[in-house]
């Protein structure tokens, strides 16, 4: 690894990029990577899209294709502990040196062209994916699709999974308009995947993709199906039937849900049809390699999942009940104030003993909860929050009296946990 007194500084000077909003647009993505020799096209790459199951569908994609014996590049966002888990090869972090230098030699061509944090990051993923010469990558969109830094790749397969209500300020007020922008990634000649369960907007991304010219395009309950689904302690087990086949497969991912999401990714494989649809046909053996850090993560008596929504904490807790774990169960919480804090503690509540509402040291000043307003709106509603602002004395306090304490809330909550209790996001 190189010098952390290189490496943070640098870090910095990149996320200063933020500038507070997203830029939505190709056209600096495009020079940029023009400039760069065009990375993008050095190999082929599976894209992924969603608002719920993008992250699970690509650390599917990930372990199915290492597992066959391929050298791969992963680039997935946010990161929990370290940045550097942005960019990974064959599930090793592309080291702090590489990372600082690549700023450094990039940095006067990033300022001349106003590149943000998500192009730059994004360019340095492409570019270190081609140094280090992968077989192939898999590339999770970032926000929405249509105009996200990562969609000028020419995908073997493009992926959009469930679809929910999020970043709405730049992606529309309906799932349909949300759905249009995600399906943004469907190219022609490309085989396009529709992970979406829901009728209405499902046949709007297959409309999208066969507008494009996307082929051959597969749709969750037309051209697979996945039936039997039984959640338990060591993952998820169901029946995946397609036209040829009907087959048993576990993930290690726990949750009804992971079904769905593994079924998209072995769909991503057969859609893009020859040694890749070879690599699916050993999906039984090769699923075992699967891993996703943050999501149901267990390190007894931790227990670690990112939900950012209601209906991801209702997952959780639907996961929790399905799997049973060590009883007295204390939550520890911290939610970014534009997020739906009140639904997710409504949801919290339902499974945890106590709930312990914090300040995660990462999550930035200006979208950080109010624990006042949480409190009080806590006390109005009859649901009782303990308040340790201090974030290790929240973890502390949790510990003491629970057998399990689920961390959730945001990716900087988990991540901050992690740290303070030294569980490393990428250790299998």
């Known amino acids: 690894m ?8 640098a870090l910095q000077r990149l996320f200063a990029r933020t500038g507070g909003a997203w830029r939505l647009g190709l056209e600096r993505m495009g020079t940029l990577l023009e400039r760069l020799g065009a990375p993008h096209r050095a190999y082929p790459v599976f894209h992924v899209a969603g608002t719920n199951g993008k992250g699970s569908t690509v650390a599917t994609l990930d372990a199915l294709l290492r597992g066959a014996g391929l050298r791969v590049g992963r680039y997935t966002s946010p990161h929990l502990v370290d940045f550097a888990e942005r960019i990974v090869v064959d599930g090793v972090a592309m080291p702090h040196e590489a990372i600082t230098t690549w700023l450094s030699a990039h940095e006067t061509m990033l300022a001349e062209l106003g590149a943000t944090f998500f192009e730059s990051t994004t360019a340095m993923a492409f570019d270190h994916f081609a140094s280090a010469a992968v077989d192939v990558a898999v590339v999770e969109v970032g926000m929405g699709g249509r105009l996200d830094a ?23 007020e309906t799932l349909e308009a949300i759905a249009g922008e995600k399906a943004g990634i469907y190219k022609a000649g490309a085989a396009a995947v529709v992970g979406e369960t829901r009728p209405a907007i499902r046949d709007l991304l297959l409309e999208r993709a066969a507008a494009v010219g996307a082929g051959p395009i597969l749709a969750t309950g ?33 949750g009804e849900f992971q079904a769905d999401n593994t079924a998209a990714a072995l769909a991503a494989l057969r859609g893009a049809g020859g040694r890749w649809a070879a690599i699916e046909s050993r999906a039984e053996s090769l699923l075992a390699g699967v891993r996703l850090a943050g999501r149901f993560h267990r390190s007894p008596p931790w227990l670690f999942d990112v939900a950012h929504n209601a209906d991801g904490a209702a997952t959780v807790v639907a996961n929790l009940l399905a799997v049973g774990v060590p009883r007295p169960l204390t939550a520890v919480v911290c939610v970014l104030r534009d997020k739906d804090w009140r639904g997710i503690l409504q949801v919290v509540a339902t499974a945890a003993q106590r709930i312990v509402v914090t300040m995660a040291p990462t999550a930035p000043a200006s979208r950080m909860w109010d624990l006042d307003d949480v409190v009080s709106w806590a006390a109005g509603v009859g649901l009782p929050v303990d308040r340790v602002d201090d974030f290790g004395m929240a973890l502390s306090s949790a510990r003491t009296d629970a057998a399990t304490v689920l961390v959730t809330g945001s990716f900087h909550t988990v991540g901050d946990a992690m740290e303070r209790l030294q569980v490393h996001p990428l250790a299998r």
């Not at 190189?2 to 500084?9: F, L, N, Q």
């Not at 397969?157 to 999020?166: H, M, N």
């Open 150 to 172: 990562t969609n000028l790749v020419q995908p073997l397969a493009a992926v959009v999974t469930q679809i929910g209500f999020d970043h709405m300020e730049y992606l529309g």
């Open 222 to 254: 037309r051209d697979w199906q996945v039936r039997d689904v039984s959640v338990h302690a060591s993952g998820t087990s169901f029946t995946l039937e397609t036209a040829g086949s009907t087959r048993r497969l576990t993930t290690p991912l726990v």
């Open 2 to 9: 190189g010098s952390d007194a290189t490496y943070h500084p």
